[in-house]
């Protein structure tokens, strides 16, 4: 089969992708192979390719918005048919035994794995996964505006949850990509005042069209103070210009993976009265399927960019220069 792998960490622009044969991997007992239709293209995949996150495994394929069909299952794995449409995401495995699965917060697992950084992932024909951490897909939404929702869309529901908005309040959304599009859309739909700041024109005008009460650019002071944040752009620097825009009490949540370092903070203006920062780490399966749940029930449809598989480079490179709105999705 063919598998883009990375084959030396460098700015996207020198290439650091390459197309490889591959034997077709083989399910060991609890996985399934799945025949890949689509993968979204996430920002975690440039980060890895550029070696802002280090490889963990030499030339891994990347990708983690999998979808595609099973055409083969391991030995024991029981809970899906060869032809069952299946969904596979960014956390592919956790120990189950570590302090933090035995408390329900397998996200902060000890020894997860997660797709495309340390097992093989989605720009591929085919990729692995095991049973357990796959997920059906609704019915109503077709391959390519799934992908985006298996990582964009589950990491912003949590997101949005570590925000800690009450019903009806004030969200602010710094950095409009595939991740804030689709949360946007969710906080909306919930009944949430939702200010998006964020830089490039084609991001502000898709906000707009999506609903949003106020759009302005990244360090645009808000129309009202916000009693909740979320930081989805990767700029430290826009740590203290959030803070500052929370109301007394507000939380700031950090979504993104990778973050450049965040300046020196006021403690008075931006931490004082209660104001709180927090990270958000993966994901836990419960957070997946109530997001998939969610965005089955309010119809959230992902704005998307198709690629052939064989332009996987591009994506990125358009992806890192900010080239399209919404989320790539590569095609096979
Ligand atoms: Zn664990
Ligand atoms: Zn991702």
Same mark, same amino acid.
């Given at each position: 089969?063919?598998?883009?792998?990375?084959?030396?960490?460098?700015?996207?622009?020198?290439?650091?992708?390459?197309?490889?044969?591959?034997?077709?991997?083989?399910?060991?007992?609890?996985?399934?192979?799945?025949?890949?239709?689509?993968?979204?293209?996430?920002?975690? *995949?440039?980060?890895?390719?550029?070696?802002?996150?280090?490889?963990?495994?030499?030339?891994?394929?990347?990708?983690?918005?999998?979808?595609?069909?099973?055409?083969?299952?391991? *030995?024991?794995?029981?809970?899906?048919?060869?032809?069952?449409?299946?969904?596979?995401?960014?956390?592919?495995?956790?120990? !189950?035994?570590?302090?933090?699965?035995?408390?329900? %917060?397998?996200? @902060?697992?000890?020894?997860?794995?997660? +797709?495309?950084?340390?097992?093989?992932?989605?720009?591929?024909?085919?990729?692995?996964?095991?049973?357990?951490?796959?997920?059906?897909?609704?019915?109503?939404?077709?391959?390519?505006?799934?992908?985006?929702?298996?990582?964009?869309?589950?990491?912003?529901?949590?997101?949005?949850?570590?925000?800690?908005?009450?019903?009806?309040?004030?969200?602010?959304?710094?950095?409009?990509?595939?991740?804030?599009?689709?949360?946007?859309?969710?906080?909306?739909?919930?009944?949430?005042?939702?200010?998006?700041? +964020?830089?490039?024109? !084609?991001?502000?005008?898709?906000?707009?069209?999506? !609903?949003?009460?106020?759009?302005?650019?990244?360090? *645009?002071?808000?129309?009202?103070?916000?009693?909740?944040?979320?930081?989805?752009?990767?700029?430290?620097?826009?740590?203290?210009?959030?803070?500052?825009?929370?109301?007394?009490?507000? +939380?700031?949540?950090? %979504?993104?993976?990778? @973050?450049?370092?965040?300046?020196?903070?006021?403690?008075?203006?931006?931490?004082?009265?209660?104001?709180?920062?927090?990270?958000?780490?993966?994901?836990?399966?419960? *957070?997946?399927?109530?997001?998939? %749940?969610?965005? %089955?029930?309010?119809?959230?449809?992902?704005?998307?960019?198709?690629?052939?598989?064989?332009?996987?480079?591009?994506?990125?490179?358009?992806?890192?220069?900010?080239?399209?709105?919404?989320?790539?999705?590569?095609?096979?």
């Amino acid at each position: 089969m063919r598998a883009w792998v990375v084959s030396r960490c460098a700015p996207i622009d020198e290439r650091p992708l390459a197309r490889v044969e591959r034997p077709e991997p083989r399910p060991t007992a609890s996985q399934v192979r799945v025949r890949i239709s689509c993968c979204g293209v996430c920002r975690t *995949d440039l980060h890895l390719a550029e070696g802002d996150l280090p490889p963990r495994r030499k030339e891994v394929t990347v990708g983690h918005e999998i979808v595609g069909r099973v055409d083969a299952v391991g *030995d024991r794995a029981s809970r899906f048919e060869i032809g069952d449409r299946v969904g596979v995401p960014w956390l592919g495995g956790t120990d !189950g035994t570590c302090t933090f699965c035995r408390r329900g %917060a397998e996200n @902060l697992c000890l020894a997860p794995r997660f +797709t495309g950084w340390d097992v093989d992932g989605g720009y591929a024909d085919a990729c692995l996964v095991d049973e357990g951490y796959a997920y059906r897909l609704p019915e109503s939404v077709d391959d390519e505006h799934a992908a985006p929702l298996l990582c964009a869309g589950i990491i912003g529901y949590r997101a949005l949850r570590r925000a800690n908005v009450p019903a009806g309040g004030r969200l602010g959304i710094y950095g409009f990509g595939g991740s804030a599009h689709i949360t946007a859309q969710i906080a909306l739909h919930q009944g949430l005042r939702v200010h998006v700041l +964020t830089r490039g024109a !084609g991001n502000r005008k898709l906000a707009a069209e999506l !609903g949003a009460d106020s759009v302005g650019e990244a360090t *645009d002071v808000p129309p009202e103070p916000l009693d909740g944040a979320i930081l989805f752009a990767p700029a430290g620097e826009l740590v203290p210009v959030a803070l500052r825009a929370l109301d007394r009490g507000g +939380t700031l949540a950090i %979504a993104g993976i990778w @973050l450049s370092d965040i300046p020196a903070i006021n403690y008075a203006a931006e931490l004082f009265e209660e104001r709180q920062v927090r990270s958000v780490t993966a994901n836990t399966r419960r *957070d997946g399927e109530e997001f998939l %749940a969610l965005a %089955a029930r309010f119809g959230i449809r992902p704005t998307t960019v198709a690629y052939p598989m064989a332009s996987a480079p591009e994506a990125l490179a358009d992806l890192a220069h900010g080239r399209f709105s919404g989320a790539a999705v590569l095609h096979n």
